[in-house]
């Protein structure tokens, strides 16, 4: 059982940046796959980015490519979602998500890839 906090959510201009954390319980931390998932009001939940257990592989939607970074820390159990050049497009619940793969995840953009997932950090981005 994996447990997810998030937190660092907040009110940012467009332009700014902030840095989201997830906090995970639990020993195996560093055998589980991360995901960060969004959910703007009235869309459905989406992809942002995802990270595999070694921090070895990195994957992103198109939407963040080049703005956001993701990273992880496994003696903190701990992944990070660095998200800089924010737009109001962005304004959403942000998600972090978990699951355990022996290897890369196969499909890490998936919301049935993921059996973990916090309670949501709200980002809300001003123009």
């Known amino acids: 059982q994996v447990q997810l906090v998030e937190s660092g959510g907040g009110l940012v201009q467009a332009g700014g940046s902030l840095r989201l954390s997830c906090a995970a319980s639990?020993?195996?931390?560093?055998?589980?796959?991360m995901g960060w998932f969004r959910q703007a009001p009235g869309k459905e939940r989406e992809f942002v980015a995802a990270?595999?257990?070694?921090?070895?592989?990195?994957y992103y939607a198109d939407s963040v490519k080049g703005r956001f970074t993701i990273s992880r820390d496994n003696a903190k159990n701990t992944v990070y979602l660095q998200m800089n050049s924010l737009k109001p497009e962005d304004t959403a619940v942000y998600y972090c998500?978990?699951?355990?793969?022996?290897?890369?995840?196969?499909?890490?953009?998936?919301?049935?890839?993921?059996?973990?997932w916090g309670q949501g950090t709200q980002v809300t981005v001003s123009s």
């Open positions: 998500a978990a699951n355990y793969y022996e290897g890369e995840p196969p499909n890490p953009g998936a919301l049935t890839g993921y059996d973990y």
């Open positions: 990270i595999s257990w070694s921090g070895g592989s990195t």
């Open positions: 639990g020993r195996t931390f560093s055998s589980y796959a």
